[in-house]
């Protein structure tokens, strides 16, 4: 098993473009998470899905967008993206909610 | 409000010696807790949990204790090993939701 990746490792954006990170899973896990990791702030949860077809906004969603069309993906999309968003970004899965979250290995996006 | 914080930002040890990670938590009602490891450029992995109903648990090498009375949560790690240094998080629900949120750290440096 692959457990959870994540594509692409690192890109580096100009302000205003768009990208989307995508995030698979072949644990068979029902739900999925994308968290952002600053310095000194620990992982935030941006959205996450408890299942294929449904999504739901985390902690801080403003700036970003989700879809969960196949159980074993989950995307997230940067429409215009912004300096603010400049982070590490970590995906996770789990089997059921709140227990043990597989994370994947990340990815550095840099906005300048 | 709620909030998962960590007594120390940083702990250094020798390697041998037993390390203990605090972790104060302010939801009362909060019935399950997890440690998470992250090591350098890595995901987060989980280590272990415990329920309310409980006041300790073991694993492999670390011990969780849970003291409910001062809401206090503490991950001990016995006989620390080089591979141990990471960052710990604790994180626990969010006031009954289902969503997990996670302390801002401490960093654990084992010296040879």
């Known amino acids: 098993n692959a457990g959870v990746t994540q594509t692409p490792k690192f890109r580096v954006l100009k302000t205003g473009q768009s990208m989307t990170l995508l995030c698979a899973q072949d644990m068979n896990h029902e739900y999925m998470y994308w968290y952002r990791q600053d310095p000194g702030m620990g992982l935030r949860l941006i959205h996450y899905?408890?299942?294929?077809?449904?999504?739901a906004k985390g902690e801080v969603p403003d700036g970003y967008n989700v879809s969960r069309l196949k159980k074993q993906n989950f995307l997230l999309g940067l429409e215009s993206a912004a300096p603010s968003q400049t982070s590490v970004y970590f995906c996770a899965s789990s089997y059921l909610i709140l227990y043990e979250q597989y994370f994947g290995p990340g990815t550095r996006l840099t906005v300048t | 409000g709620e909030s998962v914080g960590l007594h120390l930002p940083t702990l250094s040890v020798q390697e041998g010696d037993n390390s203990i990670i605090n972790c104060a938590y302010s939801n009362s009602a909060s019935d399950y807790f997890i440690w998470y490891k992250q090591e350098s450029g890595k995901g987060p992995q989980f280590i272990i949990d415990?329920?309310?109903?409980?006041d300790k648990r073991q694993g492999q090498r670390v011990t969780v204790l849970l003291n409910k009375t001062v809401k206090h949560l503490s991950l001990q790690i016995a006989a620390t090993q080089p591979g141990d240094s990471a960052v710990y998080f604790c994180a626990e629900p969010q006031g009954g939701s289902e969503k997990l949120v996670f302390g801002k750290g401490t960093k654990l440096t084992v010296n040879p």
């Open positions: 415990i329920r309310s109903n409980m």
């Open positions: 899905s408890v299942g294929e077809g449904t999504t």
